[in-house]
């Protein structure tokens, strides 16, 4: 699977942030179309990420948009613009019921199909981000099919509908981004956590990140050049790590010929469940460029 470590968002009305954006080594650009964008600019922002994503050069980076929700009437105007400059992926704010993904998949396919694209080439990312969309995980999930690669959860938002009061630790969305990180466990898609929206300390975009990690989040979304960094290395496992998750497999697999299921190494048990969080840990390590 691509390594969506870090999506970076820009207004899509922004072309110098596009620019630079494309000359960074960010896993995903996110051009948006949406809350970024002030609702008179919704036009040219459309004809500024079209024509970026059809002359811009944006290295090994994923270029997504991000598109209005389908019930604020903008949703079918954005992709008539956008998708015949072929995006890799279609970014869905406000994903709040099954429905939402089968339109969705349904006028891409149809973009699909007139321009002559492989089916599924255009990818769907769903982001949750009202309390009816988390309520609706299971059947959001099961609608999306194979074109859903993966679950974003938006923290702002969630937290306005939901009447809660950001906390710097975030207590009051651990539920929410709980349920985002099962359900992408559960139907194979990967999990993006919320923005650290204080971007003037990167250390604490960093911070973030690890605990994401560490409940199951595979990437975060990040609004600034300078959360790049410290975002995509926290999701990236250390040499150490790599060394340890390689010596649990190889020893693994030496124990399991002997006949033991089960061992010890440096006074910890190992056993089924840690070597599959250790072949996780070196597919992280794989989609991150620091191993083959
Ligand atoms: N993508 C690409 N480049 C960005 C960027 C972004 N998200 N945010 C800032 N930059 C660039 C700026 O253009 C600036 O470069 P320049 O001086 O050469 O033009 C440089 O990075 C430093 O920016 P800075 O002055 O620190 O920030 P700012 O005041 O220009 O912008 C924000 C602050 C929050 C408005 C801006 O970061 C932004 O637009 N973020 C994304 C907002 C968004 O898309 N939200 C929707 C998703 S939640
Ligand atoms: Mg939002």
Redesign the pocket.
Known sequence: MRARRAL????GD?L??????AG?QVDC??M?L???VATHCKDEARKVTASALGSLDFGGSERLV?INSFVSGQAEDDLRAVLPARPDGILLSKTTQPADLVRLDELIRRAEMEHGWPENSILMIAILENALGIVNLAEICRAGGSRLSALVC?G?DLAADMNAIRSRDARELFYARSAVVLHAAAFRLQAIDM?C?D??DPGLAAQEARAGMQMGFSGK??????QVEPVQSAFTPDEDEIVYAMQIIRQFEHSIQNGHAAFALDGAMVDLPVVIRARSLLERARAGGKIE
């Not at 970076?8 to 207004?11: A, D, E, K």
């Not at 110098?16 to 954006?21: D, E, F, N, S």
């Not at 979304?221 to 300078?226: D, L, W």
């Open positions: 970076l968002y820009m207004p922004d110098r942030k596009i620019q630079k954006a960074l650009v996110v948006d949406e809350d970024a991000r938006g702002e923005v929206t971007f003037t979304q990040i609004i600034h050049p300078n």
